[in-house]
């Protein structure tokens, strides 16, 4: 004892001196700082995102995982440890003397085409009369074209379409193992606004081309009168009463919104993977053990087995993209603020955008249409130039030049490459100029994007996870105490990147109209009967998966996702086309005009 004494009599005089007289250095004292010039990308910047170290956690595992990460040695030792495995420290060894761009907003280069003489209606009606009929190898839905002939030559009306669906719906309930797309639908708001439409074709006074049209919309958005949950069990303990802007041009449209479809709570995941209560895991409709990708889980799985043509998602780190490129459907992230968020849930504002999910190109391009533009009460989109689909009925692609950074095109699997290294052959075919351009510093993009994302929901979040932590699922619990870990700094220093981003890609595409690269570096991801209790985390997968979606979001860019061809195991491969801020849709769409005649690897 009185050792003990003794050791504590030397020990804490030493520590005292220590806490209180000796300064302490913010960051790592060691750490090398890497100067970056302002303009100029480092030559050691132009290699592709290392991949991320992570176990894939599920059942006590996770369990024990998330609560360890939630006491003061997780947040001390083990989520700093995660998060220098994985990377995304890169932000602190950087000095970086750009201002920062806290929202990605880039004047468009608004260039009014004289020659144009055609309104928007003119110009989807000659694409829908020009989309082929002849069979192809997959990837054949029921889209809005086949709808639009039944309405209109009198063999269907809305209303028999809607009986169909609502059957349906109750058959996927019932089915082993149940879809799970639509998570809240409402048979006798289906047939109100079916039997409006009805009339409406009767009469013949449509409101659009999406008239009588099934659409969903992904959980996050507030639609009349389903509740708005987000993918949680906690939120939207009351019917909506009042429409997201989607949903209100929707209905304005005259669509028929068969309801709200399933997400990946609080859209903090890609894999879809939501076990609560309210919603279980979506299935994959082409392998119903694999994953639909995530967050816009039910959205890409509603349009992939032939619910509705066009639903509408959110894509903050490829939310969008990712589940359509699993579910073998289009997916298009238009330009930050193209079209409205107001009425969702505003879990990240500088990274996310709303775009549709659909059958093919042009139905993408007729959703596009009618729901881009500016919107009073969102005001990131109010300088827009207008939504135009000029030039998307071009016969070939000669004068087009297309940018490849391979290095970064090739980080994939091989059966991916294999069938994107095609794709970029069939657009040569079609008279497009392939040139090998440098996309610099995608490693910082990547922790750069992940800062700016995780610390934007951890700030909106933040009451939510200190009063509802025991009613999130096991997943967001954990990436909600990784975003815990960033600091101000790690903020501000990952905007200031964001600025030489766009400076690098606005200099890129002085030189070519797009750039190319493989939508996923992967396929959708098998599910586990421990999944469906306890949730998964695996957040290497998480990074892998939004590789070559971060660079959109991150810098505000449009970019679409389509199917080209199956993996070995018959699961969806898409591939990504992205373009300039605010370009017209025409010149990211009509790439893949021929998409359905496109020779890729049969089914």
């Known amino acids: ?43 050691r910047g132009r290699s592709p995102p290392r991949s991320s ?88 839905f029921k889209g809005i074209k086949d709808y639009l002939e039944c309405y209109q030559s009198g063999r269907l009306t809305p209303s028999q379409v809607a009986k169909n669906i609502i059957a349906v719906l109750e058959d996927c309930d019932k089915s082993t193992p149940p879809l799970r797309a639509i998570v809240q639908w409402d048979p006798e708001q289906i047939m109100l606004m079916a039997e409006a439409s009805t009339t409406r074709y009767r009469n013949k006074c449509t409101l659009s081309y999406l008239d009588g049209i099934p659409v969903c919309l992904k959980e996050e958005f507030k639609v009349v009168p389903y509740h708005h949950r987000v993918g949680t069990v906690y939120l939207g303990t009351e019917p909506e009463t009042e429409d997201a802007t989607v949903a209100k041009k929707l209905r304005e449209a005259g669509a028929i919104i068969i309801g709200v479809s399933n997400m990946h709570e609080l859209g903090t995941g890609t894999t879809g993977c939501n076990p609560n209560r309210y919603h279980k895991i979506p299935r994959n409709p082409y392998k119903p053990n694999h994953f639909t990708g995530g967050s816009s889980s039910g959205s890409a799985a509603a349009v992939a087995a032939g619910l509705c043509p066009v639903a509408i998602g959110t894509d903050g780190g490829g939310s969008v993209r990712i589940p359509s490129s699993f579910c073998g459907v289009v997916g298009l992230k238009g330009t930050f603020g193209r079209i409205s968020s107001h009425g969702s849930l505003p879990l990240t504002y500088s990274t996310v955008g709303v775009g549709p999910m659909c059958t093919s190109v042009v139905d993408a391009a007729i959703a596009y249409s009618i729901l881009a533009g500016p919107d009073p009460p969102y005001p990131y989109g109010l300088k ?53 351009v440098s ?10 994007h992940v800062i700016c994302i995780l610390s934007e929901m951890r700030d909106f979040l933040q009451p939510d996870f200190n009063k509802h932590f025991q009613e999130m699922n096991l997943d967001t619990r954990a990436n909600l105490a990784l975003a815990s870990q960033f600091t101000a700094l790690d903020y501000i220093t990952a905007n200031r990147q964001r600025t030489r981003s766009i400076g ?100």
């Open 439 to 448: 996309l610099p510093e995608m490693e910082e993009v990547q922790a750069a």
């Open 53 to 140: 170290w992570a176990p894939r956690l599920c059942g006590t595992g996770l369990r024990l995982f998330v609560h360890v990460a939630n006491t003061a040695f997780g947040q001390i030792c083990l989520l700093p440890l995660i998060l220098r495995l994985e990377n995304l420290l890169l932000m602190r060894s950087l000095d970086i003397h750009e201002d920062p761009t806290f929202i990605p907003e880039v004047a468009a280069d608004i260039t009014e085409d004289k020659s144009e003489a055609k309104s928007t209606a003119d110009i989807i009606k000659q694409l829908l009369d020009a989309r082929s009929d002849s069979p192809s190898n997959g990837f054949s």
């Open 504 to 603: 690098f890609l606005q200099d890129i595409f002085t030189t070519v109209h797009c750039i190319l690269t493989p939508a996923v570096p992967s396929t959708a991801p098998r599910i586990y009967e421990s999944d469906l209790l306890t949730g998964m985390n695996d957040s290497g997968f998480t990074v892998r998966s939004m590789r070559f979606m971060q660079l959109g979001n991150f810098t505000g860019i449009p970019g679409i996702v389509v199917p080209i061809g199956y993996s070995m195991a018959g699961l969806p491969i898409g591939f990504q086309v992205i373009a300039k801020w605010c370009k017209k849709i025409n010149v990211v769409c009509k790439y893949f005009l021929e998409q359905l005649q496109f020779p890729g690897q049969g089914r």
């Open 384 to 436: 827009q130039p207008k939504a135009t689909l000029s030039g998307m009925c071009a016969p070939d692609l000669k004068g087009l030049k297309l940018g490849v950074d391979w290095t970064f095109f090739k980080e994939c699997d091989e059966e991916v490459l294999s069938i994107c290294e095609k794709a970029v052959e069939h657009l040569q075919s079609l008279g497009a100029n392939v040139v090998e």
């Open 1 to 43: 004892m009185a050792l003990l004494l003794l050791l504590l009599a030397a020990v804490l005089p030493a520590a005292a001196v220590y806490l209180c007289c000796v300064r302490r250095h913010t960051g790592s004292a060691a750490a090398v700082v890497q100067r970056r010039e302002p303009g100029r990308a480092e030559a």
